[in-house]
Nanobody
Framework: QVQVVESGGGLVQAGGSLRLSCATS????????MRWYRQAPGSQRELVAA???????NYADSVKGRFTISRDNAKNTVYLQMSSLKPEDTAVYVC?????????WGQGTQVTVSS
């Protein structure tokens, strides 16, 4: 059984920072791409950032220069450091993990940025 669990969300003022974590556990022998998505009420799910097993990253234009994705392969964990947060960053942030066999999703963690 594979579990994907996000943590680190919360309420922060505009301009503040948060660090999200996504830990995977279970019968995972290798992880390819790890991603963070977000979904705000009434909006489609948006890819925020991704990182592959070699450490290459890509970001949505809306978060470039403010968010940093990283991973710890020994812990099968991916992080999202978010800085200079804006009210429009408010959303549920969901972790997605690709293994050679299938893709796994977490339940999400709420991030709320107040103005």
């Amino acid at each position: 059984q594979v579990q994907v669990v996000e943590s680190g969300g919360g309420l922060v003022q505009a301009g503040g920072s948060l660090r999200l974590s996504c830990a995977t556990s279970g019968s995972i022998f290798s992880i390819n791409v790890m991603r963070w998505y977000r979904q705000a009420p009434g909006s489609q799910r948006e890819l925020v950032a991704a990182i592959n097993s070699g450490g290459s990253t890509n970001y949505a234009d809306s978060v470039k220069g403010r968010f940093t994705i990283s991973r710890d392969n020994a812990k099968n964990t991916v992080y999202l450091q978010m800085s200079s947060l804006k009210p429009e960053d408010t959303a549920v942030y969901v972790c997605n993990v690709d293994t050679p066999r299938r893709s796994y999703w977490g339940q999400g963690t709420q991030v709320t940025v107040s103005s």
